[in-house]
């Protein structure tokens, strides 16, 4: 069974910068599209980004576009997100997720296979 833990949240400041990180065990993330989804208070769930197996390929939300960079180490069997130019609106709980799959699929904002538990990040000054 494959298992998600993500970790790299906190509190930062307006314009600031984050990077999150989420190791899997259990099994190998070769063969995974891996990808990270947000959860604020009264929201709905939202799909932040993806990457391919291999890495090559990327899709990212509107709303991070130019600001957040998803990459992964499969050595590592870890995945990152890195988050620039952070704003408030950015606030919420972050899940690491994976699906069973090599490519992120059409419509993966909608849902995935795996996730982890999450860790909180809070922009505000």
């Known amino acids: 069974q494959l298992q998600l833990v993500e970790s790299g949240g906190g509190l930062v400041q307006p314009g600031g910068s984050l990077r999150l990180s989420c190791t899997a065990s259990?099994?190998?993330?070769?063969?995974?599209?891996i990808g990270w989804f947000r959860q604020a208070p009264g929201k709905e769930r939202e799909g932040v980004s993806c990457?391919?197996?291999?890495?090559?390929?990327?899709n990212y939300a509107d709303s991070v576009k130019g600001r957040f960079t998803i990459s992964r180490d499969n050595a590592q069997n870890t995945v990152y997100l890195q988050m620039n130019s952070l704003k408030p609106e950015d606030t919420a709980v972050y899940y690491c997720?994976?699906?069973?799959?090599?490519?992120?699929?059409?419509?993966?904002?909608?849902?995935?296979?795996?996730r982890g538990q999450g860790t909180q990040v809070t922009v505000s000054s």
């Open positions: 990457v391919t197996s291999s890495g090559g390929a990327t």
């Open positions: 997720a994976a699906w069973a799959y090599y490519q992120c699929v059409t419509g993966w904002e909608s849902g995935y296979d795996y």
């Open positions: 259990g099994r190998t993330l070769d063969y995974y599209a």
